[in-house]
């Protein structure tokens, strides 16, 4: 029973306690046939299931609700009792016995101050034998009971924070991965690059020697007679750029 109003991965842990409980028959030796039948209830004070029903039972079905197994031989069922379901204001009168239980254990805590609870334990003997079991647990009764319920409680939170921190760590992993795999890819277009800019100080380097031969080449042309006008047809270029190269 879960009274807080909390979902706290609720329909994973049913699901736990299921194959947990299930499981916990020892069959070995033995045939199948004698797996008995296993039936969680789970009582929780949230709203899980999208329907109206306060309680639900399910099974091993396929997406078309095709059962798995004949219903005669399902051995595995979890019911649920969704109490926040209830309406708490409804008249007593017009309740019917499963809302009462719920009722009951809702407020139960009140005690006689509720005047619903005060009803009940006075007319209806289910909630009679209920009160008759609660009051011949001593108080060290209900303390090992409340002991051993926090045991539990911690015991699955330390379980689903450890698979919290497991999850983490994996998504850590995965990012760091990410981030090796992009440093590599920055360090092989760092290294094409290098290689482009080496190339092109090469490709100026090589252009700066031929400015220069051709600048001594039309020097000696000059020097021999040869005119800025002939010169210029027989490089292809214009004298204004002939000019601008022997400055």
Wanted: net charge negative.
């Amino acid at each position: 029973m879960q009274l807080r109003q909390t979902k706290d991965n609720l329909p994973i842990r049913f699901s736990y306690y299921l194959a947990r409980l299930h499981g916990s028959q020892e069959l070995e030796g033995k045939y199948y046939g004698e797996l008995k039948e296993t039936i969680v209830l789970v009582f929780f004070n949230v709203n899980l299931i999208a329907n109206d029903r306060m309680c639900n039972t399910f099974t091993l079905r396929n997406e078309e609700g095709l059962s798995f197994v004949e219903e005669s031989q399902d051995r595995m069922k979890l019911r649920t009792v969704e109490m926040a379901k209830l309406d708490l204001n409804k008249p007593l009168k017009d309740m019917n016995e499963q809302e009462k239980m719920i009722y009951y254990f809702l407020n139960c805590h009140k005690g006689m101050d509720d005047s619903k609870i005060k009803v009940m334990i006075e007319s209806d003997g289910v909630i009679q034998m209920l009160e008759k079991r609660v009051e011949t647990i001593s108080d060290d009764g209900w303390k090992k009971i409340i002991e051993d319920f926090q045991k539990l409680h911690e015991n699955e939170e330390r379980m689903e924070l450890q698979l919290e921190i497991e999850e983490a760590n994996k998504q850590v992993e995965e990012a760091n991965k990410q981030v090796e795999e992009a440093n590599k890819r920055a360090e092989v277009a760092n290294k094409r690059a290098e290689e482009a800019n080496k190339r092109a100080d090469e490709s100026d380097e090589k252009m700066d020697q031929m400015n220069q031969l051709m600048k001594l080449g039309i020097k000696a042309m000059l020097t021999n007679g040869m005119s800025l006008e002939l010169i210029s047809k027989s490089l292809s270029k214009s004298e204004d750029e002939i000019m601008e190269l022997l400055k």
